[in-house]
């Protein structure tokens, strides 16, 4: 499953990044590598974008940005 | 000897910068591109110049930010300093992983060491200092702790005595492989620099093109790489990053002796702020009441702020123009040098710069806000709704503060990372129906629309906001096409904003506002004084009808004839009113009374304009130029000659056109 499917409170481990580019690229530099564990939060008023929190810090991601992270369920 | 100052954003970077040089002054952009480049001398010793790099999270080539700071880097600086988020250190510590890589001194500063030991944590320096093999100093930049220390080691490390190689921190089997490109590149005798050996494995462009590789030895690297990303099923660039970011987990692990306890003061005001439900009213409220204390006469009987210091400008003004005028008189000077210098000049340049005590207190509280972190959320609220429209989250400031007023709006997207957005809502904004035109607003409404239409005046602003839509629609289908940038977006934790780098900024903001803008207006006003004085014939005008101005404007009265206004013997009064309206929007009102027909000018409206003229009139006015102040900032922030001037022509073209169907429309239905 993808991250933008995942709800607030679920956990998921990152198990790879779709893709190439600019945006891989950023999201690796901020930590979201194949291993990590992000924790969702929240999502904004309008449903887009989202809350995560992500090696202690919280990054806000669009849906379509989360889409290309590949991720295993912790805790759903 | 030059200090180059690296760090993520958000860490504290800016305070920094502050402390050691006193200023946020910046001397203009990088080449080539918008970013600020900011260099200053080191208080306690001139001889240390700092360069404040932009804030970045990695040396990767693809932002400008990232390529600044790696062209830098190429350029050998003496030393650098890497300031971390101490309360972040995982992420941060992904770019020291990379900088240490490089030939360069290097100290690390970890900022917010007053935060870190609040919550108890405890880190052994001499672990990170043994595996980074740099220095670790912790700071407090804007409680000014142990920032002496700091440079006491960066002049240290930066003297020529020292000298420092690169090495590469990356877990397991990588390191392996790097040796091997180390030991191959030294055969071929390459440069061996640490980064270089991790950009080869990397397969990164511009290093191959350095290195200058034979055919077979490019073959080689590569194929090298591709069976580790064969091996991986992944692309090289994240392995690396993992790579990294597991060495990083690794030395924390050993470091950290003792678990902070974050504070959840942040999470619990998250709670409310970016609430589902509460998030928006919480904005409007929090927007409201700032514009409240910059624009309102009062609120709940107390007297705003804003508005009496605009005042106290204003009374400045009228006592210098006094002041000036006799003067003048006392020195015989000519009829004509009076009227110039105290009637236009001080008027037109006072009109300007009594708005500025507004324009600076809106920047203040809304740096302020930003400071605070508030902002970051703010731009995450949004995004959903300005995706809509071609815009992203972060331009959300800049229009909101056009309500206010353009310049510092502007001027505030500046924190607009992708240039095609930044452009976007730069050119956006002016449609915004500020509050210099809201005297033309609530003159008409009193004039034409009074008794229960007071509704006039939202719907002038709901028109620019609907036009604003529109516009961006159209542009960003056609002219700025293509992706935005990504959004992610770090939302640091709230923080009490720090005044010092605020009033700086505040000050250098004004200070760029003065001149420029300032120069600007004094030059048209000069000019717009010379047209309305003499006749065309270099005469003295005797009647205001028979100025270079009015007869200019006669003649290009019958182009707005579709539109509905400028008819009739006093139609040349609303050309002039509109013209002058380019130098400060309130000079619209001005003009009409000081030009116009009746003997007040409610009654001059009421003579010049009929229901729906007065909407199309509106609505030019809305849409058309904005005031000199602004067009300065456009030219100001808009590096390109060619997008300034695509935007003056976007907004005559949608003044015209809008206007001529509100009207033609208009009368068709009344």
Same mark, same amino acid.
């Given at each position: 499953m993808t991250l933008d499917e995942l709800k607030p409170t679920q956990i998921g481990r990152v198990v790879k990044i779709d893709g190439q580019g600019v945006t891989k690229r950023r999201l690796f530099d901020m930590g979201i590598t194949p291993g990590t564990n992000i924790i969702v939060k929240k999502m904004a008023p309008l449903g887009d974008p989202m809350e995560i929190q992500v090696r202690g810090y919280t990054i806000g991601i669009r849906k379509e940005e989360a889409r290309r992270i590949i991720v295993e369920g912790v805790n759903i | 000897m030059i200090i180059g100052l690296i760090g993520n954003p958000n860490s504290g970077k800016t305070s920094l910068y502050n402390q050691l040089t006193g200023s946020t002054s910046h001397v203009?952009?990088?080449?080539?591109?918008?970013?600020?480049?900011?260099?200053?001398?080191?208080?306690?010793?001139?001889?240390?110049?700092?360069?404040?790099?932009?804030?970045?999270?990695?040396?990767?080539?693809?932002?400008?930010?990232?390529?600044?700071?790696?062209?830098?880097l190429n350029q050998k600086p003496d030393a650098?300093?890497?300031?971390?988020?101490?309360?972040?250190?995982?992420?941060?510590?992904?770019?020291?992983?990379?900088?240490?890589?490089?030939?360069?001194?290097?100290?690390v500063a970890l900022n917010f060491k007053d935060i870190t030991e609040r919550r108890g944590e405890v880190i052994d320096i001499s672990i990170l200092e043994n595996t980074f093999c740099v220095p670790f100093i912790q700071i407090s930049a804007t409680k000014n702790l142990s920032t002496d220390e700091l440079?006491?080691?960066?002049?240290?490390?930066?003297?020529?005595?020292?000298?420092?190689?690169?090495?590469?921190?990356?877990?397991?089997?990588?390191?392996?492989?790097?040796?091997?490109?180390?030991?191959?590149?030294?055969?071929?005798?390459?440069?061996?620099?640490?980064?270089?050996?991790?950009?080869?494995?990397?397969?990164?462009?511009?290093?191959?093109?350095?290195?200058?590789?034979?055919?077979?030895?490019?073959?080689?690297?590569?194929?090298?790489?591709?069976?580790?990303?064969?091996?991986?099923?992944?692309?090289?660039?994240?392995?690396?990053?993992?790579?990294?970011?597991?060495?990083?987990?690794e030395i924390l692990n050993k470091a950290i002796t003792k678990k902070g306890k974050a504070s959840p003061i942040t999470d619990r005001i998250d709670k409310i702020v970016t609430n589902r439900f509460l998030a928006i009213p919480i904005f409007i409220f929090i927007m409201s009441f700032i514009f409240a204390l910059v624009f309102a006469d009062e609120?709940?009987?107390?007297?705003?702020p804003g508005t009496f210091f605009q005042g106290l400008m204003e009374g400045f003004v009228e006592i210098v123009q006094v002041g000036v005028a006799?003067?003048?008189?006392?020195?015989?000077?000519?009829?004509?040098?009076?009227?110039?210098?105290?009637?236009?000049?001080?008027? %037109?340049?006072? =009109?300007?710069?009594? !708005?500025?005590?507004?324009? /600076? $207190?809106?920047?203040?509280? &809304? *740096?302020?806000?930003?400071?605070? %972190?508030?902002? =970051?959320?703010?731009? !995450?609220?949004?995004?959903? /709704? $300005?995706?809509?429209?071609? &815009? *992203?989250?972060?331009?959300?400031?800049?229009?909101?503060?056009?309500?206010?007023?353009?310049?510092?709006a502007i001027m505030a997207a500046r924190t607009i990372e992708n240039e095609n957005d930044r452009k976007l809502t730069i050119m956006l904004t002016p449609f915004i129906s500020c509050s210099a035109k809201l005297p033309i607003w609530a003159l008409?409404?009193?004039?034409?629309?009074?008794?229960?239409?007071?509704?006039?005046?939202?719907?002038?602003?709901?028109?620019?906001?609907?036009?604003?839509?529109?516009?961006?629609?159209?542009?960003?289908?056609?002219?700025?096409?293509?992706?935005s940038s990504t959004f992610i977006m770090e939302m640091p934790p709230y923080r009490y904003p720090n005044t010092k780098n605020t009033v700086l900024l505040l000050l250098e903001k004004s200070k760029h506002f003065v001149i420029k803008a300032g120069t600007i207006i004094l030059s048209a006003t000069i000019i717009i004084w010379v047209l309305q004085y003499f006749t065309p014939t270099f005469r003295v005008a005797e009647v205001e009808s028979d100025s270079i101005l009015a007869v200019v404007s006669n003649f290009i009265v019958p182009v707005f004839h579709p539109l509905g206004f400028a008819r009739g013997e006093y139609g040349y009064v609303s050309i002039v009113a509109t013209l002058t309206g380019i130098i400060a929007k309130e000079s619209?009102?001005?003009?009409?009374?000081?030009?116009?027909?009746?003997?007040?000018?409610?009654?001059?409206?009421?003579?010049?304009?009929?229901?729906?003229?007065?909407l199309s009139f509106m609505v030019f006015n809305l849409l058309i130029f904005p005031c000199l102040a602004t067009i300065g900032t456009l030219r100001q922030e808009l590096k390109s000659k060619k997008t300034f001037w695509f935007t003056l022509l976007i907004q005559l073209v949608t003044a015209y056109l809008v206007s001529l169907v509100v009207y033609q429309i208009g009368s068709l239905i009344w």
């Open positions: - | 203009g952009n990088w080449p080539g591109v918008t970013v600020e480049k900011r260099v200053g001398k080191y208080l306690k010793d001139k001889s240390i110049e700092i360069v404040d790099l932009p804030g970045i999270y990695s040396l990767s080539p693809y932002s400008p930010e990232e390529l600044i700071a790696r062209t830098f650098i300093i890497n300031i971390v988020d101490a309360t972040n250190l995982e992420r941060n510590l992904y770019l020291t992983s990379q900088l240490v890589e490089h030939n360069i001194p290097m100290v440079m006491n080691k960066i002049k240290l490390v930066g003297s020529s005595t020292y000298s420092r190689k690169g090495h590469y921190l990356l877990n397991g089997e990588l390191e392996h492989t790097l040796n091997d490109i180390k030991t191959k590149l030294s055969l071929l005798q390459k440069p061996t620099e640490a980064f270089h050996i991790v950009k080869v494995l990397e397969l990164d462009k511009q290093t191959l093109k350095m290195m200058q590789f034979d055919n077979e030895t490019l073959e080689y690297f590569k194929e090298n790489t591709k069976n580790i990303e064969q091996k991986h099923d992944d692309e090289i660039a994240s392995i690396v990053a993992n790579a990294r970011y597991e060495k990083i987990s609120l709940f009987s107390i007297p705003m006799n003067l003048l008189i006392n020195l015989n000077a000519s009829s004509w040098a009076l009227d110039l210098v105290v009637d236009a000049i001080i008027a %037109g340049v006072g =009109a300007v710069l009594s !708005f500025m005590p507004q324009i /600076l $207190l809106l920047f203040l509280l &809304l *740096s302020i806000l930003e400071d605070t %972190g508030y902002m =970051a959320r703010v731009a !995450f609220i949004m995004d959903g /709704l $300005l995706r809509k429209i071609g &815009l *992203s989250g972060k331009s959300i400031v800049p229009l909101i503060m056009g309500f206010g007023c353009s310049v510092p008409f409404a009193a004039a034409m629309f009074s008794g229960g239409n007071w509704y006039i005046i939202p719907i002038i602003y709901f028109t620019g906001i609907i036009v604003l839509v529109f516009v961006s629609l159209g542009l960003k289908k056609t002219v700025y096409k293509g992706s619209v009102v001005s003009i009409i009374g000081v030009l116009g027909p009746g003997a007040t000018v409610v009654e001059s409206v009421r003579m010049m304009f009929t229901n729906v003229s007065s």
